[in-house]
């Protein structure tokens, strides 16, 4: 079981990713700074998406140092309860890095968008993607009573129907992949009445839209 443990490699992964993910948001950031242009909200949203992020990395980190990546026979049985609250803490972290990436991303959307119906749309998109995974994270601390039963199953107390909280944690990142490839196309809308070459058309609405995806 010993060479069962994946700790170090999920480690890497997830700070390689952080650190890019990091390094773009400087250099967004310091552009924007040093053409001295004003930062909006879409830039603080995002900033905070990338803490929330950087945080869930961090308690990541320190759930592998108890056991996390090993087989479950490997983890000593006194690290368990600690693991599930790291664990239920890093996906209320991950889920608000999500959602307040996307959120970002329409905000900057919003600063292009003429047409009200189009601004509406955003607004929508916004509200309810953040209704859905606000409360696919509220749900994960509520569902059983007490609380501390969520990541200790031995602590006396009653719980939902087992299907109920991973059937709507399914629906909201169902949902929230749809709206994922709808911001992503939303760009094309507004570059394609722009004035310029098809070409370059093309390579802006495609660099906005992977940019977000």
Known sequence: MDNDDQGQRILVTIWILTGLSGLFLLVRLFCKLMTKRLLWWDDHVLALSWIMLLTSVILVTIS??????????AVPVE???????????TGTFSILAAVWSKTSFALTLLRLMQSRRMKTLLWAIVASVNVAMGLNALFMWIRCAPAAKTWNPHVPGTCWAPEVYPRFGMFAAGYSAAMDFVLALLPW???????????????????????FL
């Open 64 to 73: 592998v140092s108890q056991g996390l990546g090993k087989h479950v026979s």
């Open 79 to 89: 690290n368990l309860a600690s693991m599930g609250l790291i664990g239920n803490l």
């Open 189 to 211: 809308t507004v570059i394609w009445k722009l004035q310029m070459k098809r070409k370059e058309k093309f390579g802006i609405a495609i660099a906005m839209s992977m940019g």
